[in-house]
């Protein structure tokens, strides 16, 4: 069913918080993100000519770099860019089989590639340009949060978490439930003022961004004006050198 | 938006093709039409075969066409699906009000009642192929009040030149088609400058800084793109071959869809060559409503690309 469910009562609702701060734009989170994707739930994703002079495929997890604020208090921000899973999402209510869905029990907004008749109408309906089309299977395709990580008891408890989140270096991303009000996802966004992204245009992205901290590390004058505490000799040198 | 023929074919020809049934039902509801036994049947069937050459030329959109009956199902939340319903809904009073024509006759209450059936769920039709742009909030070229009106108003020009078309080849004279179609097709070409005003006075949806979250720095620049080749997003919503040439393209439109339609039809009500006529003007505007409908995709922007710079 494309029409949205209701939220259950003790639903969870599962995203991503992403340190704008912190990230250091390695990439490997989109790397990562390929790496078990092509293998996951929507395996294959295409690659093609990845070593040729114009590669391209699908992938669910783009990095972008962008200039904050401009002068000498700018900043350089690296940007992962994802599926947000909504909470309204427009590219699930558009989905005229039933293939695009939104989980009652978590909130992930998933493909069922095995009805999806390729008519990329969801991908028009994302604001974030999450979904990417696979021309190879003819299905349209999207980040799953990992859904074959996070519930996966073949793996060890600590390795069940989205692969992008697992591999960052710097800890810039972080997995929870943002209806728990204790997670850290949500105990981050309390404390760091974690924002959404496009909220005007009404699709209650779940995913959070935390905003660069601006607070900078006051520096030493370089020379002092005043005082006893500089050298004899360097007071004298400069006694000399002002003539 | 990158236009997709096969899409642009199924929004044109079932404009046509819908446009003519609802004229037809709606003229034969209110007794408007000649009783002649078989100019009705041949009509519907020239109304339906453009509809479901545009049906099946959508088909051709999809990465999985075997599926495309699957499209039925979502009818509650997606015009899309509301599109598919109401299309193939059309069919059955359609044939029907062909069928009845024949057999019971045009004065017959049941061919009447069948007519108007038909002509609403074609209207209903382009309503809902309207409503799949209208309803894409990140498309502020689609997402606004004129889309909608626009594609019904198109639809009933559409019909109007074809029917108009029709009528003069089957019976000579169609003085009163031809004004209809010379009236619709100055309202279509009213809708569409007002559209094109419309979106040329638009403001981008969003800044940068709010894609982002970071509107507490002000202005946001792109440094680094994260790929240097072109992905699904930018070839899909960042197309931008035909910007450069969109004021000539819709002078080309404006002339070919409307206006060369508008005078023609003109020249048929004054029962010169009506035959001639109408069929260059229901050709014209189909080739003209071709390049629009080219341009309705082409000069679209979608908001997913603002995270390219773009």
């Known amino acids: 069913m494309t029409s949205l469910p209701e939220p259950q009562p003790g639903g969870k609702k599962l995203g991503l918080v992403i340190d704008l701060d912190t990230c250091v734009g390695c990439h490997a989170c989109a790397v990562n993100c390929k790496e078990w994707n092509t293998g996951g739930h929507h395996a294959p994703l295409p690659d093609h000519n990845p070593y040729g002079k114009e590669p391209h495929g699908v992938w669910f997890n783009r990095i972008h770099s962008y200039e904050a604020g401009c002068g000498s208090t700018s900043k350089t921000v690296n940007f992962p860019r994802s599926c947000l899973h909504c909470e309204t999402p427009q590219c699930v209510t558009v989905c005229p089989t039933g293939a695009s869905y939104k989980r009652a029990e978590d909130g992930i907004v998933l493909v069922n590639t095995d009805i999806c008749i390729g008519c990329k109408l969801c991908s028009w309906a994302c604001p974030y340009g999450a979904r990417e089309f696979d021309e190879d299977q003819g299905v349209m395709k999207k980040c799953t949060l990992c859904i074959d990580r996070i519930y996966n008891e073949a793996l060890p408890e600590a390795e069940r978490e989205p692969a992008c989140v697992a591999t960052c270096p710097s800890r810039a991303r972080h997995f929870g439930d943002f209806n728990d009000p204790d997670s850290k996802v949500s105990r981050l966004v309390a404390e760091r003022g974690g924002v959404a992204l496009m909220p005007e245009l009404g699709y209650a992205p779940v995913n959070r961004y935390l905003p660069p901290r601006k607070a900078t590390i006051p520096a030493k004058p370089l020379e002092r004006q005043h005082g006893g505490s500089v050298n004899a000799l360097l007071k004298m040198l400069d006694m000399v050198l002002s003539r | ?310």
């Open chain 2, 1 to 310: 938006m990158t236009p997709a023929g096969s899409v642009l074919l199924l929004t044109t020809l079932t404009g046509f093709g819908y446009g003519l049934i609802a004229w037809l039902g709606t003229l034969a509801g209110l007794g408007f039409l000649p009783a002649a036994p078989f100019f009705l049947p041949v009509c519907v069937a020239i109304g339906l075969g453009f509809s479901s050459a545009g049906l099946v030329a959508s088909t051709l959109h999809l990465g999985h066409p075997e599926r495309a009956w699957r499209a039925f199902s979502q009818w509650r939340s997606s015009w899309l699906s509301r599109e598919g319903v109401a299309a193939m809904a059309t069919f059955p009073p359609a044939v029907a009000f062909a069928g009845l024509w024949w057999l019971l006759g045009a004065g017959a209450v049941a061919t009447r009642v069948a007519g108007v059936v038909a002509a609403v769920l074609a209207f209903v039709t382009v309503f809902c192929t309207s409503m799949i742009y209208a309803s894409l909030k990140p498309i502020r070229q689609w997402h606004n009040p004129h889309t909608a009106p626009d594609y019904l108003i198109f639809a009933v020009f559409s019909g109007a030149v074809l029917l108009a078309a029709l009528w003069a080849i089957w019976f000579g004279a169609a003085k009163g088609l031809a004004v209809a179609a010379l009236v619709a097709a100055l309202a279509a070409l009213g809708a569409k400058l007002a559209y094109w005003r419309f979106i040329d006075t638009q403001k981008p949806l969003v800044s940068l800084a709010s894609a982002t979250g970071l509107l507490s720095f002000g202005t946001v620049q792109p440094l680094d793109r994260p790929h240097f080749t072109e992905n699904y997003v930018l070839r899909e919503m960042g197309y931008q071959i035909a910007r450069k040439h969109a004021v000539k393209l819709r002078r080309i439109a404006a002339v070919l869809a409307f206006l060369l339609p508008a005078l023609l039809a003109l020249v048929a009500s004054e029962r010169v060559l009506p035959a001639v006529a109408t069929t260059a003007a229901t050709l014209s505007a189909l080739v003209g409503l071709l390049v629009e409908r080219w341009l309705f995709f082409a000069e679209a922007t979608h908001v997913s690309t603002i995270y390219y710079g773009v």
